[in-house]
């Protein structure tokens, strides 16, 4: 993710920052490493984590200096509309969406205070990273002011704060089955419900969500 020397971005409470301090470009990475990047982490049903426990993380970056993901199903009693009124945007003129009452998500403790945009690529933010076809990370608050607009990205998930593992971490709490992983699919990202995000993205790996949960009850 590149910095820009004209983006704009904000400080306190739902503010955008580039977290590209702790987290290198993703070819930064071997080939042989592992590379989690668009995929989804799932908590097992046996973590009692009081952060993580039952949540799925999108990661956004993975490489030799860590991972970088956003929880996409704990969502926090702020709306977007909420956040609007917070850093000073307000919607165009006879711009309706529903979008602005759609809640913020707890994204991770990382940088908790500041804001961090998942959306459809397409838009020239100044601070902004393509994951794939289907999914950018932004940190810059451009992409807010093209929302408030009308010409923002059509598909979005805000988040405060982010996820973060040193190098290493996340691979040693895999390999204690503290996560599941499976490639991402955006429709579950953007589009369904938040309740029903982390059964299905269970289901994704073909996985029966009762049998998981009574095979953790018994380990």
């Not at 977290?19 to 993703?26: G, I, L, N, Q, Y």
């Not at 097992?44 to 929880?71: A, W």
């Not at 076809?133 to 932004?138: G, I």
Request: hydrophobic content about 40%.
């Amino acid at each position: 993710m590149k910095k820009s020397k004209t983006g704009k971005s904000l400080s306190g409470h739902g503010s955008l920052q580039d977290p590209t301090d702790r987290v290198a470009p993703s070819g930064a990475m071997g080939a042989a490493a592992l590379n989690l990047a668009n995929h989804f982490l799932i908590a097992m049903p046996s973590m009692q984590d009081p952060i993580f426990g039952g949540t799925v993380v999108y990661v956004c970056e993975h490489n030799e200096n860590g991972v970088l993901g956003v929880v996409i199903n704990k969502p926090t009693d702020m709306t977007m509309q909420v956040l609007f009124e917070r850093i000073d945007l307000k919607l165009s003129a006879g711009l309706d969406t529903p979008m602005v009452n759609e809640p913020i998500m707890f994204g991770g403790p990382v940088q908790d205070d500041r804001g961090f945009v998942l959306h459809t690529p397409g838009g020239r933010y100044s601070s902004s990273l393509t994951v794939t076809d289907e999914v950018a990370f932004t940190t810059s608050i451009d992409v807010l002011e093209a929302v408030a607009s009308g010409a923002g990205p059509q598909r979005l998930l805000v988040s405060i704060g982010y996820a973060g593992w040193s190098p290493g971490q996340l691979e040693d709490e895999i390999g204690r089955n503290g996560w599941l992983t499976v490639g991402a699919d955006a429709d579950i990202l953007f589009d369904l419900p938040i309740e029903e995000r982390y059964v299905a993205a269970i289901k994704l790996l073909g996985i029966d969500p009762l049998m998981l949960a009574s095979e953790a009850g018994h380990a």
